[in-house]
């Protein structure tokens, strides 16, 4: 199941909903329980420039790929703080 996530200028993006859901806002917006227009859309409009969600984007799926990782191994930080540009960093 995928979802979209938009920008204030235009741009799209689709992520899976299991990696939109680490964001608890998102997950609030998309559940099937509520009556958000987001959930019946499958939409969710972000007030941010698409440079921004798309970074904001990858966080999430490094994220749901390292919380299935076991307790002891261990992520390092650096891993996806490299990949930001630091033209971006402040507003991330």
């Given at each position: 199941d995928?979802?979209?996530i938009?920008?204030?200028?235009?741009?799209?993006?689709?992520?899976?909903?299991?990696?939109?859901w680490?964001s608890?806002?998102?997950k609030?917006?998309?559940?099937?329980?509520?009556?958000?227009?987001e959930?019946l859309?499958?939409?969710c409009?972000?007030?941010?420039?698409?440079?921004?969600?798309?970074?904001?984007?990858?966080?999430?799926?490094?994220?749901?790929y390292?919380?299935?990782?076991?307790?002891?191994?261990e992520?390092?930080?650096?891993e996806?703080?490299?990949r930001?540009?630091?033209?971006v960093?402040?507003?991330?």
């Amino acid at each position: 199941d995928w979802v979209r996530i938009t920008s204030t200028d235009g741009f799209s993006f689709l992520v899976k909903r299991k990696v939109a859901w680490t964001s608890g806002t998102l997950k609030n917006m998309l559940s099937v329980d509520s009556d958000f227009r987001e959930a019946l859309a499958n939409t969710c409009p972000i007030n941010e420039r698409g440079v921004i969600i798309e970074k904001v984007c990858e966080y999430m799926a490094f994220k749901a790929y390292h919380e299935g990782m076991g307790p002891k191994e261990e992520v390092s930080v650096n891993e996806f703080t490299e990949r930001v540009p630091p033209e971006v960093a402040l507003e991330l």
